[in-house]
């Protein structure tokens, strides 16, 4: 057990010339409390409740100056929730437009991060295999397609955009029947953003887990770090809900590699590291689902052709996201330990992933903590 003398001492007399609320606390705990705590160290809220630590703009040295500059531009662009971590600790946590903590929001396209994490996880004990034809889990005639082209089509091909399934007809991309799933390309030689094709993980999960999807994601990842929410189906599509402060402690799960706090939840590094790194030759800004900043190249949704430069020119090179329809956000920068949060309607952009929203919201945050 460590000494309690010199401890206490330290912080009565830190008391005495201070008087400081943070030091008050402090003593309380004086016993356990390091007087010089590493301030790079990641913090994790509790998973059992509300409560999570929060630091000031001022402690951190930021740009109070920028601070209302960047609120009044999440407002305007029909923000509802924005929230940003440093190592761990809520910095600024705002709700505009009638939004609240409590409120449950939309985390569209975003939530593909999600599912690609579930799939890890489904790999690493073994029920897996993003290797293997979709087929092994999804059963034969899944797709209105010949038998060898369905057996060429793998798991990773739907992490990664690339089944060379339909996409062109713009009423069925949503569509997983038989009929909508046709052929158009080779697997693995085009990159498109085919929600239909990225639905079917749901079903290839539930398949290879022997449990319904839902039941597996809220036994294996939600309970397991503090979120709420659920997933609704809507049409063909599967939609996650939360509170943003459920979709900044996923976040910070990422931020740490998929390790919450002292307990491992993804522990195939491998796996980690293909997912938030370039999957394919096909677009650079791509992983596993997540999108990639700092590339010299990128593809987008609802586009068959390449853009050069960065995703995100504004934002650290080191940026990985998570980009949903109405400009739902979830922004990890491992350099600095941030997880950024922005939640709410339709900012203008009309997009389903990345739009300029993200690179004009990125230079309001730069003006703040640079």
């Not at 010089?36 to 630590?53: A, C, H």
């Not at 290879?208 to 990842?221: G, I, M, R």
């Not at 190249?297 to 934002?315: Q, T, V, W, Y």
Request: hydrophobic content about 40%.
């Amino acid at each position: 057990m460590r000494n309690f003398i010199t401890p206490f001492l330290f912080f009565l007399l830190s008391f005495i010339f201070s008087c400081s609320e943070d030091v008050n606390e402090a003593i309380e705990d004086a016993v356990i409390i390091d007087p010089n705590p590493d301030q790079n160290e990641l913090y994790f809220p509790p998973v059992t409740s509300e409560e999570w630590e929060t630091i000031t703009i001022t402690n951190l040295g930021w740009n109070t100056a920028a601070e209302q500059t960047l609120y009044n531009f999440l407002e305007e662009k029909d923000t509802k929730a924005f929230i940003i971590l440093k190592n761990g600790k809520i910095v600024v946590e705002k709700y505009f437009n009638g939004g609240s903590v409590s409120d449950n929001n939309p985390w569209y396209s975003a939530g593909k991060t999600l599912t690609a994490f579930t799939v890890g996880l489904a790999q690493q004990e073994g029920l897996l295999d993003i290797n293997e034809s979709s087929a092994t889990y999804l059963g034969t005639q899944w797709a209105n397609i010949a038998t060898d082209q369905e057996q060429a089509i793998t798991v990773r091909n739907h992490l990664t955009m690339t089944t060379g399934l339909d996409y062109t007809n713009i009423l069925l991309q949503n569509c997983i029947n038989f009929d909508c799933l046709t052929y158009l390309n080779e697997p693995g030689s085009f990159w498109y953003y085919h929600n239909a094709a990225y639905t079917l993980l749901t079903d290839i999960v539930a398949e290879a887990v022997n449990t319904d999807y839902n039941s597996y994601f809220d036994t294996k990842l939600k309970s397991k770090i503090g979120m709420n929410g659920t997933w609704v189906n809507i049409g063909y599509t599967n939609i996650y809900y939360s509170t943003a402060r459920s979709m900044a402690r996923f976040g910070l799960l990422n931020l740490n590699k998929g390790t919450w706090n002292n307990t491992q939840i993804l522990k195939d590094q491998n796996y980690f590291t293909q997912m938030i790194t370039t999957s394919q030759n096909l677009n650079q800004s791509y992983g596993y689902l997540w999108w990639l900043n700092g590339k010299s190249n990128f593809r987008a949704p609802a586009f068959e052709n390449e853009f050069s430069g960065e995703l995100i020119p504004a934002a650290p090179d080191d940026l990985i996201a998570g980009l949903g329809k109405n400009d739902q956000k979830l922004y990890i920068v491992p350099s600095k330990n941030l997880v950024i949060i922005r939640m709410g309607d339709d900012t203008g952009q009309a997009l389903l992933g990345p739009s300029s929203f993200d690179n004009d919201l990125w230079i309001k945050i730069n003006a703040l903590i640079n």
